[in-house]
Every structure is written in structure tokens, then in C-alpha cells.
């Protein structure tokens, strides 16, 4: 199927040439633009939640990010299609790039790369470029998404300006080459051409203006360029109150008295060399304010509002559409060169003042000074929210702060157009334990003074690409940090540099680590194998180097390592890497690893993404492999080989998000010992995953507690319930869980969460226990056609006075869809299976039916649960095993139903 969309000018989808009309939510046209558009990489559940339903309460972005993609696959077919348009996973989303697609914008950005790319020596009159470089202006029709709007998502309509502002900026720059190609090659009509639509792009340019007058003039159309200078100096008295520069007045006198006896038509093109406008405001601002630290360039008058702190300047607030520039670092001999057109310099006033919020703040009662320094660096008077900061007396009451009692605990600002550097004060609030400055405008270095924050449990400053330098080692003096996340979210990355410091190993709490985008280089401490407590870490798009230390290979609760494309990563991969049985995304791609992948890949039976692609891999494919249900796996643009086995042929078929070599082993180069390797020969009692479901069904879950561990199932509350592993009833040597009921217990199966799907599980009981199987659990609200629904699941219970099956959604009643006296045998295995697909829920006990109900209004997929509450006698207790939860892409069938 071939997926069209067009994004520059009117926005139109289209799938196999007719329009998309069955996505009900825009929503769902947003979601499909962004990951179309930002398709180099996979995007974080969590991250797109927050996103398009912001300020919501905790789990509904979530739930409607999962109903909308839902509407979304349908739409696009994805549910049948064998090469999907959207790869998924639990954590993830990505659009798949092999799929059958084109899109207007990543044309018109891919023939631009192509010209850059080519080498020659004139390039303006490369004939090859021109014909690029118009085919690339003709897809732009106008500005990207020009008629799409959300109303309550900014964090997407800040994207959507950004990549407008660059996709402007580069047409611009097409135009700007095309102009000089044709003028050079004396081809005006071409020429004049462009440069119309160059004004239209850029009307408040006056050079723009002048362009266009010069081609008009060369081409002998003497009228259409005095009326053009007409056009521009009207623009420049209505937008800015200021007549042309003297060099476009002297091209208009110039034209006005010639005439084409004269000839030489081609002298209107040539201008006299002038000093740029930021030549002329960088003399003006050196001459008059050399003592700023910042200076601003805004569209007519430059107001330089200065900020007094603690006897030095800070910054100077920006105007209407400001650029600021730090002549500390930058200083006045390379300030950037692509501003827009403002009038001369001589005409420029520049205006010192104090800033009379700051001033009145600090004369007053106990100023906080760590605050108010944070507002005063980051231009908090153009903050989108601000709301009492420096106002009220308490700072427990302004926007984005938490106190506990009169201490500061919280700072959240993301999102919230803070400009400037953290300020060294930062490090003056010691109770602080969260700081979320993500997805602002924040420079310069992270001050080594937030090592004094002893407390900080989560440190995100994620999406501030111009943040800059080293992280400095006095991070590590963060004991209590739990999530630490330094991702840049530009596509050309933050200015982080220099290695990551060791001292990132003392952080012994960390349960999340994210730096992405960034420029760190140098190898990954070993000293990160000390973060016991790690389930994610990510060090993706850097350009580290060297080994995988063996070190990594401890982190035994670690469930996401994603180091794809740092280039320079080599080495092999370790066998230790069969000790990370929690993992469930793996993504080394675009490194430089080599050799064999190790056999005991098998063991990661999690493992829903694999990335191996690009990298210098060698060798069969372990056939152990086939103990996994990926998703998604991709080595294609390595030297591996596909054994000819057919189990596993039929194994890579299975597989949605598949990228392969394709190249067949022969004999000599499949590993004999991997035939042989198999985690089931350790123990008789594991389930083999190829086992686990019957054909037609993908594995989702699978734990049979061989390993004396229930993965998945919060370890504190799985003890404190009275839940144990154990031999089982039998005395068997296989392992089971247990649970007297002595007393009420519920515990739900974390970081899974199922939709069309069959949950299967064993159990076995002694006496009268109470017990409940809990199946879509969903505690978090979510919004239906009836209202806001708070909570929902099925429940299916085995009570004193019978068994009951009933479907909850609060604050809607109960809905009992069985209530009946039947016994269960004690002292003998039970097989139970529950099913929902699509509006079908089923449950077969002991391969008989008991429910088949079609709900008029499904719910959502969640969690799956057990639960107890108090026995009704003495010596009670319940035995569980072999729970295995398998993915339905068709409607279910029972392994016990007639073939």
C-alpha cells in the first residue's frame, strides 16, 4: 500500500491515491505527521503522551495515545498488512522507513542534501543543481502544516513552528541560490521568477526587494521594476516607519532614466560592497555597550533591558522576534550572519533600563535569592507561564513550584519558554527534589553548584540543544537521583561535551539514565555496572567509543539499553549478555560491533525490539534466537547470515518489524552448538516460548518461576502479600507461587499491558481460598462516549459461594455477567483462559466455556492481576504456574476447541 502525504500547503493523507478519511480524531493526523516526519528514530510512549494530551491526569495521555493509535493502524491497514506503516512496542512507536510512502516535505529536504552534496567547483551554474533545486521549490506550495493547528497540545505546535521556521529558512536558501544560478547565467526570466517568489517569502526584506528590481530592470521590464520599488518602499514605511537605504534608492534613480538604447542592463545587478546590517549593529552596540554580556536584535529597535545582579549583568530581554546572542562566547567578530533585514544602524535607539520586577523583589522581605536569580537568567518576564513569581510573597504559590510545608521540592518549568543559563544559585535550594526544565531555550554549561543538591531525586533537562560543555562531575554527588535525562530533542543535537564522567557510577539510586543527541565522546564507564538499579539507559546518538564494557552486563534489572548510532561503539558482545533477562529493548545499531552473536541472545525471552543493524556483525544468526517474540528486529547492513533452518525461516516470518540481509548461510557457517542450545535443558519444568502459544498467536508474557523470580510483579509488594515461590503441591521439584489468603492481597503484573490478547494460567488449590484473576486492569482515567471512566477490568472469581465474572468501569455499576454455584476441585491442576479480542471477551475453565460475552463497549487493554481476600478456613491456599499472556491478531481459539 503507498502512503501519501503532503504537508507544504494544503494537508492532504492518502492511501493507494484516495483519501484518508476514516481517522475521527485529528489527533490521529497529528500523530501519523510526527512520526512520518521525525522517522529516524524510535519515540518513547510516555514522551508522545505527554505531548498530545498535556496537564492530564496520570495514565489518560496514555490511554487515549493507545486508542488513537488504534484508529490509526485501522485506517492505514496495518492490522493485515505483512510490512506495517507504524512499528510498535510496549515502550515505543516508529514509523517504519521500509514501508511504501512519500512525503512532499522529506523530498524537498532530500533534494537539497543532494546538491549539498555535490561536488563541483561554480556551483552556482551547476545545471545539475539548478534542476534539483527547482524540483525542490516546486514541492514547496507553502509553508509546512500552514491549515493544522491542536488547541491543547503546544509542546506539538512548538514542533510544528520549528520545522515551519527551518523548511522557510531553507527554501529561502534555494530561492537565494536558484536567483544567483539563472543571474549568472544571464537567464533573467528563470531569475525574476525566483525572486518573486523570494519576496513573497520574505516580504519585510528590503535586499529581497532590491533583487527583484535589478532582475526586473536586467530583463528589460523597466515599468514592473519601478512599480516593484514602489511595493517596497511602501512595505518598509508601513512595517518599520523608515525609508530604503541609499542603495536601493540609487538603483530606483538608476532605472528611472534609462532607457534601452543605453544597453548595459546587466549593470543594474551589480551592487557597491557595503557594511552588513550586523556589521553596522555590532559597531553601534561595541561603541555604545561594550560592557553587556548579551545584546538583542529585534525588528526595528533594539531595547537592551538590563538586568542588575549582584553587581554584574545577567542578560537583556528580547523583543518582538528576538535573537540572542552571548558576546561572551561568541563575542561581536562572529555574530551570526543570517538576521533579518532591519534598518541601518544609525537609525537604531538603544535603551538601558532596570528591570523594576527583579529590583522590587530583592528590596523586599526575605527574597529568595536562588529564584529569583533562575528568573532573572531565563528571561522569566516572557516565560509563557509566570504566574506570582516575584509577586506573591510565597514562593510555594508561583507556577511550577511544590513545597512541602515552606520547603521547595519541586521545580516544574518544561515547556515554558525559559531562555538563558541555569544561574549558579541554582544550587542554593537544598530541599529540592525535583527540576524539569526539559524543552526550553536553556544555554551554556550546567553549573557545577547543582551538586549541592543532595535531595534531587529526578534531574530533566531534557531538549535544551544549546546547552554546552561537560557534565560536570559533581553530578555524582546526587545520591538520591532516580532519573537523570540530558537528551537534546533537536535533530542536530545539544552541545554536551567531553566524556561522561565516572562519577555517574555513584549514583547508586538511578533507575533511569538518558543522554541522547549530545556530542560526548570517549568510552562508557565501567563504573556503570554500580547502578544496580538501572531499568533504563540510553546513550544513543553520541559519539562514544570503544568496548561494551562487561560491566553493563550486571545491571540485572536493566529492561532498555539503546546505544544505536554513536559509530564509533566496536568490539563483541559478550555471552554475559544472557544475565539481562529483564530487557526488553535492545538497540546497538550504527556502531562499529563485530563477530558472532553469542547463543545465549536465547535466554532474553523479553525482548520485544532488537536493533543490530548497520554494524560489522559476521556469522549465522543463533538459532536460540527462536526462543524469542520480537516485534521488531533489524540487521540488515551487516555481514550476518540467515541459517536455512526451516523452524527458523518461519520464525523470521513471524516478525512485524523485520530488516534483513537476506543472505542464506551455507553449511560451514551455521553454528552446530546453537542447534543444541536451548534454556529448557536446564531445568524440565521451563516452558519453551515456542510452546507457550498455540500457531497463529505471538508471545507477550511468560513466567513459570523456574528462575525463583516473578519478573514483572513488584518484588516489595509480591512479598508483603504473602505471596512466596515454592516447591510445588505435588513435590515435584517444579516451582510454583503461592498464597494462603490469610488476608486480604492484589498484585498486578507492572510494565505490561495487553489488548487482543489470551491470558493463560494454572492454578491449584488446598481448602477454600478466595482468589480473583484481573484481566485489562486500567487504574488510570481515560474518557469514553459515557464520560470519564476512573478505573476498569474484568473480573473473574472464584468465591466460598460460587463463581462470579463481571465487568467494572467506575463509577458505572457493576455489570455481573456470571454468578453461579460451582465447585472447584481442590487438590488437583486447573487450566484457565481468558480472552478479549476486540468486543469478544471468553473464559474456558478446564477446556470447557464459561463466558463468551460480547461487550457493546469494550474496554481499553491494561494490566492482568491476581488477587485474594480472606480465606473462609483454617489451612486455605491457592497455587499458581505457567501464567503466559499470547498476542490474537484473529479472534480467539481455545486449545481446546475441535479442530
Not at 399 to 423: A, D, F, H, K, S
Amino acid at each position: 500500500m503507498d502512503l501519501a502525504l503532503t504537508l507544504l500547503g494544503e494537508t492532504k493523507f492518502s492511501l493507494n491515491g484516495k483519501p484518508i478519511k476514516k481517522l475521527s480524531a485529528v489527533k490521529a493526523y497529528a500523530l501519523l505527521i510526527y512520526l512520518v516526519v521525525d522517522s529516524n528514530h524510535a519515540h518513547r510512549r510516555d514522551a508522545l503522551a505527554e505531548m498530545f494530551w498535556p496537564e492530564k491526569p496520570e495514565g489518560y495521555g496514555r490511554n487515549n495515545l493507545k486508542q488513537t493509535l488504534s484508529i490509526l493502524r485501522a485506517a492505514l491497514g496495518d492490522r493485515q498488512s505483512p510490512e506495517p506503516f507504524i512499528i510498535s512496542s510496549n515502550r515505543d512507536l516508529q514509523f517504519n522507513t521500509n514501508s511504501d510512502f512519500q512525503v512532499d516535505l522529506l523530498k524537498f529536504e532530500d533534494l537539497t542534501r543532494k546538491v549539498q552534496k555535490h561536488c563541483h567547483s561554480t556551483e552556482n551554474t551547476c545545471e545539475k543543481c539548478a534542476v534539483l533545486l527547482g524540483q525542490a521549490a516546486a514541492l514547496y506550495r507553502d509553508d509546512f502544516l500552514v491549515d493544522f493547528y491542536l488547541s491543547d497540545s503546544p509542546e506539538f505546535n512548538e514542533w510544528v513552528l520549528t520545522r515551519r521556521e527551518s523548511s522557510k529558512r531553507l527554501m529561502a536558501d534555494i530561492l537565494g541560490r536558484l536567483i544567483s544560478c539563472y543571474q549568472e547565467l544571464r537567464d533573467y526570466k528563470n531569475g525574476k521568477r525566483f525572486a518573486k517568489k523570494l519576496v513573497d517569502l520574505e516580504p519585510w526584506s528590503e535586499s529581497n526587494h532590491r533583487r527583484l528590481i535589478a532582475l526586473l530592470a536586467a530583463s528589460g521590464k523597466r515599468s514592473a521594476a519601478l512599480k516593484q520599488y514602489h511595493a517596497c518602499e511602501a512595505m518598509l514605511a508601513s512595517e518599520f516607519n523608515v525609508e530604503p537605504t541609499q542603495d536601493t534608492i540609487s538603483l530606483y534613480e538608476k532605472i528611472k532614466i534609462w532607457k534601452p538604447s543605453d544597453g548595459n542592463q546587466d549593470s543594474f545587478l551589480k551592487f557597491p560592497a557595503e557594511p552588513s546590517t550586523v556589521e553596522q549593529i555590532t559597531a553601534k552596540v561595541q561603541q555604545e555597550t561594550s560592557h553587556l554580556k548579551y545584546w538583542v536584535i529585534g525588528s526595528l529597535t533594539i531595547s537592551l533591558f538590563m538586568f542588575i545582579w549582584f553587581g554584574y549583568t545577567n542578560w537583556i530581554l528580547v523583543s518582538d522576534q528576538p535573537i540572542l546572542v552571548n558576546l561572551k562566547t561568541t563575542g561581536t567578530d562572529n555574530l551570526p550572519q543570517t538576521l533579518p533585514d532591519i534598518p541601518a544602524a544609525d537609525q537604531i535607539q538603544v535603551a538601558i533600563q532596570a528591570a523594576p520586577e527583579v529590583q522590587s523583589y530583592l528590596q523586599g522581605v526575605n527574597p529568595n535569592h536562588a529564584l529569583a536569580a533562575i528568573y532573572s537568567q531565563t528571561g522569566g518576564s516572557t516565560w509563557i507561564q509566570n504566574d506570582g513569581w516575584l509577586k506573591e510573597k510565597s514562593p510555594c504559590t508561583w507556577y511550577g513550584i511544590t513545597c512541602q510545608g515552606n520547603n521547595i521540592v519541586e521545580i516544574r518549568l518544561p515547556n515554558n519558554n525559559l531562555e538563558g543559563r541555569l544561574p549558579p544559585e541554582m544550587g542554593d535550594i537544598p530541599t529540592l527534589i525535583v527540576l524539569d526544565i526539559s524543552n526550553n531555550q536553556i544555554k551554556g554549561p550546567i553549573p557545577s553548584e547543582i551538586g549541592f543538591l543532595a535531595n534531587l531525586e529526578s534531574l530533566n533537562l531534557e531538549g535544551n540543544f544549546e546547552i554546552r560543555g561537560e557534565i560536570p562531575p559533581e553530578i555524582g554527588n546526587l545520591h538520591n537521583l532516580e532519573e537523570l535525562i540530558l537528551s537534546s530533542a533537536s535533530a542536530g543535537g545539544s552541545l554536551l561535551s567531553g566524556e561522561l564522567p565516572t562519577e555517574i557510577g555513584d549514583l547508586i539510586k538511578l533507575d533511569k539514565l538518558i543522554i541522547e543527541n549530545t556530542m560526548i565522546q570517549g568510552p562508557i564507564p565501567p563504573q556503570l555496572g554500580n547502578l544496580s538499579k538501572l531499568s533504563v539507559l540510553s546513550l544513543a546518538h553520541n559519539n562514544l567509543s570503544g568496548p561494551l564494557p562487561d560491566e553493563i552486563f550486571d545491571l540485572s534489572k536493566l529492561r532498555s539499553l539503546d546505544l544505536w548510532a554513536n559509530r564509533n561503539l566496536n568490539g563483541t558482545i559478550s555471552s554475559k549478555i544472557g544475565r539481562l533477562t529483564h530487557l526488553d529493548f535492545l538497540n546497538i545499531s550504527d556502531n562499529q560491533f563485530s563477530g558472532n552473536l553469542p547463543a545465549e541472545m536465547g535466554t532474553l525471552i523479553n525482548l520485544d525490539w532488537i536493533g543490530f543493524h548497520d554494524n560489522a556483525f559476521e556469522g549465522a544468526l543463533p538459532l536460540s534466537l527462536t526462543e524469542l517474540n520480537p516485534s521488531v528486529f533489524q540487521f540488515e547492513n551487516t555481514n550476518l547470515c540467515e541459517p536455512a533452518d526451516p523452524i527458523f525461516q518461519d520464525w523470521l516470518d513471524t516478525i512485524s518489524g523485520l530488516s534483513r540481509t537476506g543472505v542464506i548461510c551455507d553449511d560451514n557457517s551455521t553454528d552446530r552448538d546453537h542447534s543444541t542450545f536451548s534454556p529448557t535443558e536446564n531445568d524440565p519444568y521451563v516452558i519453551s516460548s515456542k510452546l507457550a502459544c498455540l500457531p497463529g498467536e505471538n508471545l507477550l508474557y511468560l513466567e513459570d518461576f523456574q528462575d525463583n523470580q516473578a519478573q514483572g510483579w513488584p518484588e516489595i509488594e509480591f512479598r508483603s502479600q504473602n505471596w512466596d515461590i515454592v516447591v510445588g503441591p505435588e513435590k515435584s521439584g517444579n516451582l510454583v507461587a503461592q498464597n494462603s489468603g490469610s488476608h486480604e492481597a492484589g498484585s498486578y503484573l507492572q510494565d505490561y499491558e495487553f489488548e487482543n490478547a489470551v491470558w493463560r494460567v494454572d492454578f491449584y488449590k488446598i481448602g477454600d481460598p478466595e482468589y480473583v484473576f484481573i484481566w485489562h486492569h486500567e487504574p488510570d482515567p481515560y474518557e469514553n462516549e459515557s464520560g470519564i471512566v476512573y478505573s476498569s477490568d474484568y473480573n473473574f472469581a472464584f468465591q466460598f459461594d460460587g463463581t462470579h465474572f463481571y465487568r467494572a468501569a467506575d463509577p458505572l455499576p457493576h455489570v455481573i455477567l456470571l454468578g453461579i454455584r460451582r465447585t472447584i476441585q481442590s487438590g488437583v491442576w486447573h487450566e484457565l483462559e481468558i480472552s478479549s479480542y476486540q468486543d469478544s471477551v471468553e473464559v474456558w475453565l478446564d477446556g470447557k466455556q464459561l463466558i463468551n460475552y460480547k461487550d457493546p463497549d469494550p474496554l481499553p487493554g491494561g494490566k492482568l492481576g491476581l488477587a485474594l481476600w480472606p480465606s473462609q478456613s483454617d489451612g486455605s491456599m491457592v497455587y499458581f504456574d505457567n501464567l503466559i499472556v499470547c498476542g490474537l491478531s484473529d479472534p480467539f481459539v481455545s486449545m481446546y476447541s475441535d479442530p
